[in-house]
């Protein structure tokens, strides 16, 4: 008996579209991912290919560091605030609330982690439909 006999065979069907939550919750997710690796290295920066022109007027490709602003605040008491930001707005957990409050510098990258653990379980669809809004998915 041959392989092809032996399978059930289907027609396959790409999903391609994913939902606009599920969209804004992976590129929440990407950008606490540079956060955390920002918190665990000060001098982190990752680069973007940019296109440059050249004095001759030809065209080429660039690595240029790409600028990642910190998204905690050091206190003059040694507190940190903690802002979670999509796009440049803070979102706002809770009436007037859009900050997270440690004790400690060091308590940024636990607390980091929690949050894109969170956000990978849906814990910020709420706050990120109410806040952000959902767009409709791009027709082809």
Do not use: C
Request: proline share 5%; glycine share 4%; net charge positive.
């Amino acid at each position: 008996m041959s392989f092809i006999q032996t399978v059930t065979l289907a027609e396959y069907k790409p999903n391609t579209q994913k939902s606009p939550i599920a969209r804004r919750r992976e590129k929440l997710a990407f950008k606490l991912e540079e956060q955390l690796k920002l918190a665990a290295d000060s001098s982190y920066q990752p680069t973007k290919i940019v296109w440059n022109t050249d004095s001759d007027g030809n065209q080429h490709k660039v690595e240029q560091p790409k600028l990642i602003k910190r998204w905690w605040v050091e206190l003059d008491s040694g507190a940190v605030q903690l802002t979670v930001r999509y796009g440049s707005k803070p979102l706002e957990f809770a009436k007037g609330k859009n900050a997270i409050a440690l004790k400690r510098k060091e308590d940024v990258e636990p607390t980091l982690r929690k949050l894109k653990l969170a956000v990978l379980a849906g814990e910020f669809d709420a706050i990120l439909t109410e806040q952000v809004g959902i767009t409709k998915p791009l027709r082809k």
